[in-house]
């Protein structure tokens, strides 16, 4: 079975624009979360979504959002974005009735 | 915050066995015990998990002590690639809910030749 894909992998945007970032799960998985890891703050749950619905939620600001498609892939988005946003952002999955998180990859988001 | 205390580093001869402790003494009735291991700027990698048992799979094996109250991730024969930070989870998983991660600073382990 292939893992769980993250695109894009690296991307550059300034303050104040927004950033759509895409995790498709692995076959058959019908839960995803996402979670950010700063230098300073390490590995921190974002927000989970099971069938389309969110949940879970961290403790982020609500510039931080996502949503999750019929056939389970998953996009977060990250509206006026700040310095302190630049991280690796990690989509994980997990399947029904299973608890095990696999995670992907990341997408490293650099703010300028 | 993380349920789980692990010491900061730790070195390991490659080829001998790297034992990482992890102390989880507030750890409930229904939680796991899970590690994962990231290795630079990786996604993080699924070790193992367990709840009261002791397991063993092909990367590694853990034990869990009979109170419930500490754990150790055995990794039989270390190598070069086995460096990483190796992160101890506490984790109680609701169907209808899910269960996040909860993240602490993880053990960075350093494999030397």
């Known amino acids: 079975k292939a893992g769980v894909t993250q695109t894009p992998r690296y991307l550059i945007k300034t303050r104040g624009q927004q950033v759509t970032l895409s995790c498709s799960p692995i076959?058959?998985?019908?839960?995803v979360s996402w979670y950010q890891q700063t230098p300073g703050q390490g590995l921190q749950f974002l927000f989970e979504?099971?069938?389309?619905?969110?949940?879970n939620k961290g403790n982020f600001p609500g510039r931080f959002s996502g949503r999750q498609f019929s056939n389970s892939r998953s996009e977060m988005n990250v509206s006026t974005l700040e310095l302190g946003d630049s991280a690796l952002y990690l989509c994980?999955?997990?399947?029904?009735?299973?608890?095990?998180?696999?995670f992907g990859p990341g997408t490293r988001l650099t703010v300028l | 915050d993380a349920k789980t205390t692990q010491p900061p580093s730790m070195d390991c001869a490659e080829g001998r066995a790297a034992n990482l402790p992890c102390n989880h003494s507030?750890?409930?009735?229904?939680?796991?015990v899970y590690w994962y291991r990231q290795i630079h700027s990786q996604g993080p990698q699924y070790i193992i998990h367990?709840?009261?048992n002791n397991e063993t799979n092909e990367m590694a094996s853990l034990i869990i002590t009979e109170d419930r109250k500490s754990s150790t991730l055995i990794l039989p024969h270390a190598t070069l690639r086995d460096t990483a930070v190796y992160y101890c989870?506490?984790?109680?998983?609701?169907?209808?809910?899910?269960?996040?991660?909860?993240f602490g600073q993880g053990t960075e382990l350093s494999v030397k030749p």
């Open positions: 994980a999955s997990s399947g029904q009735g299973a608890d095990t998180q696999y």
């Open positions: 076959s058959g998985h019908r839960s």
């Open positions: 979504y099971f069938s389309e619905t969110q949940r």
């Open positions: 507030t750890i409930s009735g229904n939680e796991y």
């Open positions: 367990g709840l009261k």
């Open positions: 989870i506490v984790r109680v998983y609701y169907w209808d809910q899910g269960g996040k991660l909860i």
